[in-house]
């Protein structure tokens, strides 16, 4: 309940960060954004999910102890354990979503003023520099595939750790009752991840589809995983 708790709040903070701004524009034409109030958001969507890719390994350990170590879960997820887990998630996003508006904040914008998304993202700021970008799409690219690689590597060995441990169980209903634990928030982590990969190869790949659907991704990564994590 610590975790759910910390998920639902993440998803509302990274919503009132961002959905306001996209119904302004979409319902009153306000296309207008402040230089500090795009940088903010920039940091606020990086750092929270940074934050919500945490939660979900921390979560699928949480699963993997149930499951596979029923006996001694009570010893190993403790509230110092959870508290020790909130301060990781929070420092480790912090630290590595920091450099990201310090670095696009730094070029010089000379040109355009028009950003082609309705959402101050990394790049789609960064691209109306007139200076050298390749520090910045290093940098996102570098940490984003090392945060959600990494998270992703250990979600998925701690599900096949609890699929072979469901399998082996001998009783009548258990591996129902097992999988029934695990389903919902194995649906949410598959749904969070496969969006946030299309959405990230649709960048890589932008030359060759239509300018809107990076756009249309960035906006449903913000709406549907917070708005199916409470059901």
Request: with cysteine; aromatic share 14%.
């Amino acid at each position: 309940y610590n975790l759910l708790s910390l998920l639902s709040l993440l998803d509302m903070l990274l919503c009132l960060t961002v959905i306001p701004k996209v119904l302004a524009i979409f319902w009153f034409d306000f296309m207008s954004i402040s230089f500090f109030a795009c940088f903010l958001q920039m940091y606020i969507m990086n750092c929270f999910f940074a934050m919500e890719s945490c939660t979900f390994v921390v979560m699928a350990y949480d699963r993997y102890v149930a499951i596979c170590h029923p006996l001694r879960y009570p010893s190993i997820i403790t509230d110092q354990f959870v508290a020790k887990a909130v301060i990781f998630i929070l420092a480790r996003s912090f630290l590595f979503a920091v450099p990201i508006p310090i670095l696009s904040a730094q070029l010089h914008y000379c040109g355009r003023t028009v950003i082609e998304n309705c959402i101050c993202s990394n790049m789609s700021v960064s691209m109306l520099s007139c200076d050298d970008v390749t520090i910045n799409r290093l940098y996102q690219f570098a940490v984003g595939w090392t945060l959600l690689g990494s998270d992703l590597t250990i979600i998925f060995l701690s599900y096949t750790f609890i699929l072979r441990a469901v399998l082996r169980l001998k009783a009548v209903g258990a591996v129902a009752k097992a999988l029934r634990t695990c389903s919902s928030h194995f649906i949410l982590i598959l749904f969070f991840s496969t969006i946030l990969l299309v959405f990230v190869l649709t960048h890589v790949a932008k030359k060759k589809i239509y300018p809107d659907v990076p756009v249309l991704l960035n906006v449903l990564h913000h709406i549907i995983p917070a708005a199916l994590n409470p059901v």
